[in-house]
């Protein structure tokens, strides 16, 4: 038995599959009513992962496989929140790096940061609301919701060109999803650091934002 499980591992190894299989044995569902110790078996797994510049990461409820060589953000407060759609854009968006789909990971960076957005809008108008698909229109609903409409009268040069770099940010990143998401007809050639780069952006502006609405809520 244990040389035909190797036998299959070794067929599955530098493959996409081999990581499926990875994070389905570490499913926390697996140990429920059991006296197995989910986080010993991660921490044993990661020993030998390490080798290889992986590791298990916990997204939500879930681990999934992390390249350490270029650590993805992980939006700590995006994370905490109960919402799927959330949670789900946010594993993705780590597990299409890993597998190569980095026109994927460029469309669920988007959909992430549009979720983030509606979420936003969503609690403070206490209804449901029409996405037309544009990020500009949606930021600009959220930067007054939370008082971060660039105010030269007011506000310190710092702040005014941080929240500029945000503004230029999320057009670059919408820009980048029409041109390499999966959405549509890749007009570019992506690449890894071109994903990454969506991805980061997209979780440091989540987390920002949600960081900001806890505080501005009271709740640091």
């Given at each position: 038995?244990?040389?035909?499980?190797?036998?299959?591992?070794r067929?599955?190894?530098?493959?996409?599959?081999?990581?499926?299989?990875?994070?389905?044995?570490?499913?926390?569902?697996?140990?429920?009513?059991?006296?197995?110790?989910?986080?010993?078996?991660?921490?044993e797994?990661?020993?030998?992962?390490?080798?290889?510049?992986?590791?298990?990461?916990?997204?939500?409820?879930?681990?999934?496989?992390?390249?350490?060589?270029?650590?993805?953000?992980?939006?700590?407060?995006?994370?905490?929140?109960?919402?799927?759609?959330?949670?789900?854009?946010?594993?993705?968006?780590q597990?299409?790096?890993?597998?190569?789909?980095?026109?994927?990971?460029?469309?669920?960076?988007?959909?992430?940061?549009?979720?983030?957005?509606?979420?936003?809008?969503?609690q403070n108008?206490?209804k449901?609301?029409?996405?037309?698909?544009?990020?500009?229109?949606?930021?600009?609903?959220?930067?007054?919701?939370?008082?971060?409409?660039?105010?030269?009268?007011?506000?310190?040069?710092?702040?005014?060109?941080?929240?500029?770099g945000?503004?230029?940010a999320?057009k670059?990143?919408?820009?980048?999803?029409?041109?390499?998401?999966d959405?549509?007809?890749?007009?570019?050639?992506?690449?890894?650091?071109?994903?990454?780069?969506?991805?980061?952006?997209?979780?440091t502006i989540?987390?920002f934002?949600?960081?900001?609405?806890?505080?501005?809520n009271?709740?640091r």
């Open positions: 038995m244990a040389l035909y499980t190797e036998n299959k591992i067929e599955l190894n530098e493959t996409n599959k081999l990581s499926t299989l990875i994070e389905k044995s570490v499913d926390p569902r697996r140990f429920l009513d059991t006296e197995l110790d989910l986080n010993k078996a991660v921490n797994i990661n020993k030998f992962l390490k080798f290889d510049s992986y590791q298990l990461t916990k997204f939500g409820e879930f681990f999934k496989i992390a390249d350490t060589k270029g650590i993805v953000v992980q939006p700590e407060t995006a994370n905490k929140i109960d919402h799927k759609f959330i949670k789900e854009q946010i594993a993705k968006c597990t299409k790096i890993l597998q190569e789909d980095y026109n994927g990971a460029i469309t669920n960076s988007r959909s992430l940061i549009e979720a983030i957005f509606i979420e936003i809008i969503e108008e206490g449901e609301i029409k996405n037309d698909g544009k990020i500009e229109n949606l930021w600009g609903k959220v930067k007054k919701i939370m008082k971060l409409t660039i105010d030269k009268e007011t506000m310190p040069d710092f702040v005014i060109q941080t929240l500029s945000i503004d230029t999320l670059g990143l919408a820009g980048l999803s029409n041109n390499a998401g959405r549509h007809a890749n007009k570019f050639k992506t690449k890894k650091h071109h994903a990454k780069l969506a991805v980061n952006l997209s979780m989540s987390d934002l949600l960081d900001s609405q806890n505080y501005q009271g709740s």
